[in-house]
């Protein structure tokens, strides 16, 4: 503990009348934990999952409320005293109430959650939190521990060469998905992130209770009206007990000041939010359990011009799922969500929404036992049903993948780039307690320059 803070505490004491019983015991500021990563290499994952989470999101473009959450995190960042990484605060435009940082400092900051905040220390709390989250090295600190081995071998490839450190996490299966070990920390990571992020706060000029307060409101909100908004924060952000009084009880051993800290007003940074309208929607439920397939066709999709040129390796890498592989060009990205794998290029992301790429899942049907002709018909309807104008081009017809019997449907629905159709071609696989299957995207216009490509990722496809 440092001699000014022991002085202020003295003070407070002799100031105060004895209490009438003894207050709870100085918990020491957390420290990280083990890791097999460098820092060097959390900022390396940062920078590369940043470009997908910004193909992903809407990113606002209003550069005064990207400035006012930029002085708050920067405030947080020098007057807290946290360890130097390359932050940044970005705002997105997406109404459920939550913030998330990437490994070695990228944070991105919901709309949501400026127009919930009853004041600017919650928001400054959420950032904190996150920011601890960043500075204590939860993330690569899961993974690590989470497979540890693979892992170590991981490293050393990419070290020597061999692939980006996301894509080689691809091939494990870790990605940033809502189950991300890199993103969904466990209470004891979330209570440590609370204390160090309290402690930041205290000295950047903030109540520290105001974040507790604000993560309980959203703990009380999330079994009431609005629970889907808060669902994404509530999920990757579990209790860790009483926040409020976990907080209070280090009150006495916090830095001590009037914390009237003020970046801006946030009352009129909130009319801003409101001026930018609705918010896009984010892919359905529905299409997210169809293996995030057909989400660009609803009419809520985004309108992205179509890029002139999506470029296609001509080396390929293996990616090595649960209970399968397969190979894909080597300057595109997987990433593993909600237990389905994307393999697309950066460019042919939009909004969440797949303009170019594969999408690869398995459904288990409530038998126990695939129809393939029954289930396919299913899943199929799903589709349909979520993305309005979907339509059969080509009836099934049956092949063999890997040995196993399947269906190859093509489809045609409207693309996430403005002005085109798209065709969906979706390949479902008896894999017998459970129905594999493969959809791949390309605009109407381009399908034929990619379906050798999306014929020869299939044909890679084995399963153990």
């Not at 109540?207 to 604000?214: K, L, S, T, W």
């Not at 990616?319 to 389905?340: C, H, K, M, R, V």
């Amino acid at each position: 503990m440092r001699k000014r803070l022991i002085a202020v505490i003295l003070l407070a004491l002799v100031a105060a009348p004895a209490p009438a019983f003894a207050p709870a015991r100085q918990r020491k500021l957390p420290k990280p934990g083990w890791n097999m990563f460098s820092k060097s290499q959390d900022i390396e994952l940062g920078k590369e999952y940043a470009k997908q989470v910004e193909q992903q999101y809407a990113v606002v473009k209003d550069t005064e409320l990207t400035a006012y959450i930029n002085r708050i995190g920067q405030r947080l960042v020098q007057k807290g005293r946290l360890d130097p990484y390359p932050f940044f605060f970005k705002v997105v435009h997406d109404d459920s109430i939550n913030a998330f940082a990437l490994p070695g400092g990228p944070m991105y900051v919901h709309t949501g959650l400026i127009k919930a905040a009853d004041n600017e220390a919650q928001i400054a709390g959420v950032l904190a939190h996150e920011l601890s989250h960043v500075v204590l090295r939860h993330g690569t600190n899961q993974a690590s521990k989470a497979q540890f081995a693979q892992i170590g071998a991981m490293i050393g490839g990419a070290l020597l060469g061999n692939g980006s450190l996301t894509g080689q996490l691809a091939q494990l299966g870790i990605g940033l998905g809502a189950n991300s070990v890199l993103l969904k920390f466990s209470r004891g990571a979330e209570s440590d992130a609370d204390l160090r992020g309290a402690y930041t706060m205290a000295r950047a000029g903030y109540n520290p209770v105001e974040m507790a307060r604000f993560f309980e409101k959203l703990e009380a909100e999330a079994g009431g009206k609005t629970p889907k908004l808060v669902a994404i924060f509530t999920a990757s952000h579990p209790n860790p007990g009483n926040r409020v009084k976990a907080i209070e009880d280090q009150l006495p051993y916090m830095p001590r000041g009037d914390y009237n800290a003020s970046e801006g007003d946030l009352k009129k940074m909130q009319t801003a939010v409101a001026r930018l309208g609705a918010a896009p929607k984010p892919k359905s439920a529905a299409s997210q359990a169809s293996g995030q397939a057909g989400g660009q066709g609803t009419a809520s999709s985004p309108n992205a011009p179509k890029p002139a040129n999506v470029p296609v390796s001509s080396r390929l890498k293996d990616y090595q799922g649960s209970g399968f592989s397969l190979s894909y060009p080597d300057n595109w990205q997987a990433s593993s969500a909600q237990n389905s794998l994307t393999i697309a290029p950066a460019e042919g992301l939009v909004q969440g929404n797949v303009g170019y790429g594969i999408i690869v899942s398995a459904a288990s049907p409530s038998s126990g036992k695939v129809n393939l002709d029954s289930d396919t018909r299913q899943l199929l309807q799903g589709m349909a049903q979520q993305n309005p104008g979907m339509q059969v081009v080509e009836e099934s017809q049956r092949i063999t993948v890997a040995g196993s019997p399947a269906l190859v449907t093509k489809l045609k629905s409207q693309s996430p780039f403005a002005g085109n159709t798209e065709i969906d071609v979706v390949i479902t696989v008896d894999r017998g307690s459970s129905l594999f299957y493969a959809v791949c995207v390309a605009p109407e216009a381009d399908y034929s320059k990619f379906e050798p490509l999306y014929q020869q990722i299939v044909r890679s496809i084995r399963f153990q």
